[in-house]
């Protein structure tokens, strides 16, 4: 299982448990009912709007584009939604805990297999939204290179250098499995951060450069630097998982209209990186005119979420 920090890009996390206040959503949905009818009784409550709260995983981009996408959705669906952040271990117990109530960012079925061993019982899943999830090592598109197994005879056109990111993470201990399964010992493994990466891969293509880094998908670098992805004949980075939505136990009977959102949610790479890209870089109080402005940009295909 792999970790990422990306600390030039990760929002400011807050690492502590926040209410999630199940009672207080029904109390918000018995006053609208009650000033509505007048107290009578309405087969829509549950329906009807209440607190949510969506747990974002710290650095992680599709967590934080995906998560502060729904908000704007629900907000405009008369909910009312905040976002938590914290790092995986924290995110999971919380939704088990019923702390918080939805998760977007769930990789399966590998990545987060043991969290959902551990906790899974205590979650309902309710929807994969991205089927191409997947560690990857990338190169510039024009590259003289296809497939791992082309890098060996590539070594000086290449720069000699793989560009990493953190040394603990899983996808640093996946390339050190391939430099090893394909042969690429003539190369200098450079590991530091996310962000370092990031900056040798601008540097690299703005100035027409071969280089080669560790990625994964999604990443919003897809859609901002004209990249391939190398191909893997013997599966040292692993299979392409897929990106599933949970919520809390509970979450179905009390909102099925947005456990049925959730579970019809689905998202393409190229609205995603998009979303991505509009982020990357900006301070968390930009955040709602960013969304808000990228929404207006895609209504109609917003619009189809909740269809």
């Known amino acids: 299982m792999f970790k990422r920090t990306g600390t030039a890009f990760a929002v400011a996390a807050t690492a502590g448990l926040v209410l999630a206040g199940c009672s207080s959503a029904d109390e918000t949905t018995e006053e609208t009912t009650d000033a509505a009818t007048g107290g009578a009784e309405s087969t829509d409550e549950a329906t009807a709007g209440g607190e949510l709260t969506l747990a974002v995983f710290n650095g992680w981009d599709e967590s934080l584009a995906s998560s502060l996408l729904w908000q704007n959705v629900l907000e405009g669906k008369g909910y009312d939604v905040s976002l ?61 290179v296809d ?9 000086d056109e290449m720069g000699g250098r793989i560009v990493g990111i953190e040394p603990g ?4 201990g996946a390339t050190e ?15 530091s951060s996310t962000p370092a990466m990031l900056s040798e891969l601008d540097t690299a293509t703005s100035n027409g450069e071969n280089i080669i880094v560790t990625l994964w998908e999604p990443h919003w670098a897809y859609g901002a ?11 040292i980075m692993g299979e392409a998982e897929e990106i599933v939505t949970y919520g809390r136990t509970g979450l179905t009977e009390e909102f099925p209209e947005v456990a049925e959102w959730f579970g019809g949610f689905t998202m393409d790479a190229d609205h995603l990186y998009d979303l991505e890209n509009q982020l990357n870089g900006a301070s968390e109080g930009d955040y709602d005119s960013i969304v808000s402005e990228w929404v207006a940009a895609n209504q109609e295909w917003v619009d189809s979420l909740t269809a």
């Open 84 to 144: 938590e952040y914290a790092d995986p271990a924290v995110v999971f117990q919380g939704v088990a805990d019923g702390d918080y109530d939805v998760v977007t960012d769930v990789w399966l079925p590998l990545t987060h297999a043991d969290y959902i061993d551990e906790f899974g019982g205590d979650m309902e899943e309710l929807g994969a939204w991205f089927d191409s999830a997947a560690l990857t090592i990338a190169v510039n598109a024009d590259a003289p």
């Open 147 to 155: 497939s791992l197994e082309d890098l060996p005879e590539y070594v």
């Open 169 to 172: 993470a899983g996808l640093t």
């Open 177 to 191: 499995k391939a430099i090893e399964a394909y042969g690429l010992g003539d190369y200098e493994f450079l590991t």
């Open 225 to 235: 630097y004209d990249i391939k992805n190398l191909e893997d004949p013997q599966g």
